[in-house]
């Protein structure tokens, strides 16, 4: 059974010097890679789909002020520019924050909802975790590698409406926590995200007609005491292969995931 301690509190100046060293790691990673980057956006879409998926832009969370998840809307907006359209050739690998770049108000970023430390709070460019969490989903119901992602290491809210299996997302930090998704196929894929009026949508679009279908499923999700008296919560995500004819042909550990609760949970069958 996985065991979590307790979260240490770290002080502003920790913090402050973490994020000069790996926001200065990440960019040496990306000079280095700069050759594998996929740049190139296309207006005209690719002929076929792979997955679609969708997401409610506004969702009512405990204790946030809907006017965090307005300017989010605001957020998405300008950063799905730099990301619609991209194309991903063989051998390319996307990366979220070296494709939108720092999120600051002279780009047109408004304060929006962003995680800190357990909690929420307001700051530039809040809410565009809605969006890689998309691209992440989406990902894994393709072919392409994710060779990168992270997740909070604490579970904020309650479940309210979730129709995707915990720590199913992906977390991203400018510049150091990212999402990279590395094309390993002998195809062409392109990203295509656009802001609704209700929902953020996406797709994941290829230049061949799709040789196999993938799913998601979720297994040993558990929520636990700890030993220091706070709740965690864990699981496992795994990606189904299947062939057109509904055949299982593989099946891989994604990721598994390991967070402290910051409520207290509820159980029914308790009751």
């Given at each position: 059974m996985t065991k979590i301690e307790m979260p240490k509190k770290r002080s502003d100046f920790r913090l402050k010097l973490?994020?000069?060293?790996?926001?200065?790691?990440?960019?040496?990673?990306?000079?280095?890679?700069?050759?594998v980057f996929a740049k190139t956006h296309e207006e005209e879409k690719l002929p076929h789909k792979y997955f679609s998926h969708k997401t409610l832009l506004l969702r009512k969370l405990k204790d946030v002020d809907m006017w965090l998840q307005e300017n989010k809307i605001t957020n998405l907006k300008i950063a799905s520019k730099k990301l619609n359209g991209i194309i991903l050739r063989p051998g390319e690998v996307f990366s979220y924050w070296y494709l939108i770049g720092n999120t600051t108000k002279r780009k047109g970023y408004v304060e929006g909802m962003v995680l800190k430390n357990g909690t929420f709070a307001p700051g530039i460019g809040g809410g565009l975790c809605q969006m890689s969490n998309l691209i992440f989903w989406m990902t894994l119901h393709t072919p392409l590698t994710v060779i990168e992602r992270h997740r909070h290491g604490y579970d904020v809210f309650p479940d309210s409406n979730r129709t995707q299996p915990f720590g199913s997302g992906a977390t991203c930090f400018y510049p150091h926590i990212d999402l990279m998704i590395r094309n390993d196929t002998n195809d062409t894929y392109q990203l295509v995200v656009e802001v609704g009026k209700e929902y953020l949508e996406g797709e994941w679009r290829v230049s061949a007609e799709p040789m196999y279908k993938y799913e998601v499923v979720e297994r040993n999700h558990r929520m636990q005491s700890e030993f220091w008296g706070g709740y965690s919560r864990h699981n496992e995500i795994y990606q189904q292969k299947f062939d057109l004819d509904g055949n299982l042909v593989d099946e891989n550990l994604v990721v598994q995931n390991s967070a402290i609760m910051m409520y207290t949970p509820f159980l029914e069958e308790a009751k």
């Open positions: 973490g994020k000069m060293y790996y926001g200065t790691k990440r960019r040496l990673k990306w000079l280095k890679m700069r050759r």
